[in-house]
């Protein structure tokens, strides 16, 4: 599927990749593109690191197959993935998937939380996804032994998957004696905080949690990442207790919204005063369009044409470093997905018009979401950066966008698939 040599100790291949990835000019200085912004270039790499980067003639390209950095999955909830069949929400509305998610909680056991989120690893890294932030449901009987799992999954992975972790609980819950100790837990095991802001809800009670929180966060030094304003009404309500605590402190983690759907919903001014307010405090944003389109705004008699969708391009003319993520798979939250990136770039296009072909139409999936998740490599390709691929068998981005294509995936100058199987002691298989 494309021309690679191989020998001991240098390799190469040819492909084609988008101009926006290849990090130095130079290398690329004159190199034909294609109407979509690929170009055709030989990338060599000697282990894990790439070696060189040179363009070649656009009339010996026709064959070539499109090359990505691997992929980032920057929001998903991989303790409760595949939960459909067991906790189904056939009517499809958030409240309905709140309940189905909560009864689903009572019954969790250890063993279904490592096995769906083993299930969720090795899907991803036969995707093409390198890194995932989890968000975890960390209240209940089964909290503490679920950080116990995720942890040892996050620890036997760390080779091929870097996988972040988020405490996912009711935002007072910070205000605890439970509370706290689990923060301290979490900043020891290097996770952030999470929590959900959604109206309605009490100004005063959730100024005074965002503030117990962000203070705790501060203090400890972990990350936050809310899911907050996933609603059709009160537009930015949440957002708005949050900028106003932000206001009054100096912060120095990173801080992170999720979703932030009815932000979209604002009047053209007000939306681009709170984005200001996003760039001025470094908030990061992740879209999450497809749990968005399929749970808020429902109405039984009538296709909701109004849709809550974070304002994505006009945070990012703000400043403001914007992601895009899958969200729930085949759970009560969403009964579809499959930790696919690609499949994810397909089905955003049309929700939120997001090219791949358009430097700020990838950067979602690829550099911004990097950038978000703090990730040592920015998903750049250049000399010394990582041999890190997704090589796709599909010869454009329309091609490689019209249906799931098959790939190949190369982690650390490796195939994965070829290390997979290879390795008899490897716990890894992939499902096939
Ligand atoms: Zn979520």
Redesign the pocket.
């Known amino acids: 599927m494309d021309s690679l040599t191989n020998s001991q100790e240098n390799k190469c291949l040819e492909a084609f990749i988008p101009r926006g990835l290849i990090g130095s000019a130079r290398e690329v200085f004159g190199a034909s593109v294609t109407a979509e912004g690929l170009c055709p270039v030989r990338i060599g790499w000697t282990g894990e690191l790439i070696t060189s980067i040179e363009t070649i003639p656009a009339e010996s390209a026709s064959d070539l197959k499109l090359l990505l950095p691997r992929l980032i999955e920057p929001?998903a909830?991989i303790d409760k993935a595949f939960t459909w069949g067991e906790a189904p929400n056939l009517k499809g509305g958030y409240q309905n998937a709140l309940q189905a998610n909560l009864g689903e909680l009572k019954n969790r056991t250890i063993e279904s939380v490592y096995a769906r989120a083993e299930r969720a690893l090795k899907l991803s890294l036969k995707n093409g996804v390198r890194a995932v932030r989890s968000?975890v449901d960390s209240f209940g009987l089964v909290a503490d032994q679920t950080w116990d799992v995720l942890l040892t999954l996050r620890d036997e992975w760390k080779s091929l998957i870097e996988l972040q972790l988020v405490a996912l609980v009711p935002l007072e819950y910070w205000g605890t004696k439970q509370g706290n100790s689990l923060a301290i837990r979490v900043a020891k095991a290097g996770g952030l905080l999470g929590g959900v802001l959604v109206p309605p809800l009490h100004r005063r009670t959730s100024r005074a949690s965002l503030l117990k929180m962000v203070t705790m966060a501060n203090d400890l030094g972990c990350g936050i990442d809310l899911?907050i304003d996933e609603s059709g009404i009160q537009p930015a309500e949440g957002l708005k207790q949050l900028i106003h605590v932000l206001d009054q402190m100096e912060i120095h983690v990173p801080i992170t919204c999720?979703?932030l759907s009815s932000m979209g919903l604002l009047s053209s001014g007000k939306l681009s005063r709170f984005a200001d307010c996003l760039a001025h405090h470094r908030v990061s944003v992740i879209a999450?369009p497809l749990?968005n389109f399929w749970l808020l705004g429902r109405q039984s008699t009538r296709t909701p044409v109004k849709r809550p969708i974070a304002p994505i391009v006009q945070l990012q003319q703000a400043g403001v470093t914007v992601a895009v993520g899958g969200?729930?798979v085949q759970d009560p939250?969403f009964p579809a997905g499959n930790f696919d990136p690609v499949s994810l770039m397909s089905m955003t296009m049309p929700l939120a018009q997001l090219a791949p072909w358009q430097r700020l139409g990838l950067a979602p999936f690829t550099t911004a979401a990097s950038a978000l998740m703090e990730l040592e490599w920015n998903g750049i390709i250049q000399v010394g950066s990582p041999a890190d691929f997704v090589l796709l068998d599909a010869s454009s981005w329309s091609e490689a966008l019209a249906s799931s294509p098959r790939r190949r995936v190369m982690a650390k100058g490796d195939w994965v698939d070829e290390k997979l199987f290879i390795s008899q002691n490897s716990k890894l298989q992939f499902d096939r």
């Open positions: 929001h909830h968000h899911h999720s979703h999450l749990t969200d729930n939250w």
